[in-house]
C-alpha cells in the first residue's frame, strides 16, 4: 500500500489533556493536506473545528473518555451535545467494570442507547484491549455486533498499551458483518499501520503517521 492510501484510513488524532486550539487547528490543516479519514479530537473543540474546516474533514470525538465508567445518561448527553457542535463520528469507551462483572446487558444496552443517539452517523467502541482476556475481547465482538456500533476499537491511548497485531486479527476474526475494526494506540510506523490494516483493520487511530509523512 502506498503511505497515500495507508494515510486515508486514518484517524488523525490529538487527545491530549494539554491541547490547546493551535494543536487542534493545525491537526486539520494536516488532515486536509494528507486527505486523512478524520480528526480524532476533544469533545471541547469540535464546534470551532466544525466552523473551520467546514465540512471538508470528518470530526471525531470521544464519549466517556478515557476511563469509560461515567454513567450512560452522562455518555448520551455527551454523545448529543457533540452532534449538535458538528461531530460525524463517535468513540465511546465502554464500562470495562460492567463486562468484567459480567453484566452483558447493561454493555449491549449502553451501546445501543449511544447508536441510536447518533443517528445515522458512525458508533466506535473502544473496548481498552490491555485490561481485557481474549474471552472479554471476544465477548465484546458480540455485543457490539448485537448493538449495531460501526467499529470495535481496541484502546484509548491512555491505558497500559494499544493495538497489537494479534488483537487486531482477533477482533476481525470475531465481529459480525458490517462491523469493523479501528486500531489505536501506539502505531508508530507506515510498515505497522499497513500490516494492521492487512489484518483487518479498517480505520487507524494515530498522530504520528501524518508527522512522519510531513517529515518526509
Known sequence: MTHEEILRKVDHTVLAQTSTWEEIRQLCDDAMRYHTASICIPPCFVRKAC????????????????NGNTTTDTKVFETEEAILNGADEIDMVINIGALKEKDYDYVENEISELKEAVGGRILKVI????????????????LVTAAGADYIKTSTGFATGGATFEDVKLLAEHVGEGVGVKASGGISSFEDAEKMIELGAGRLGTSRLVKLEKAK
Open 51 to 66: 466552523s473551520y474546516l467546514k465540512g471538508r474533514v470528518r470530526i471525531a470525538t470521544v464519549v466517556g473518555f478515557p
Open 127 to 142: 473496548i481498552e484491549t490491555c485490561f481485557l482476556t481474549e474471552e472479554e475481547k471476544i465477548k465484546m465482538c458480540q
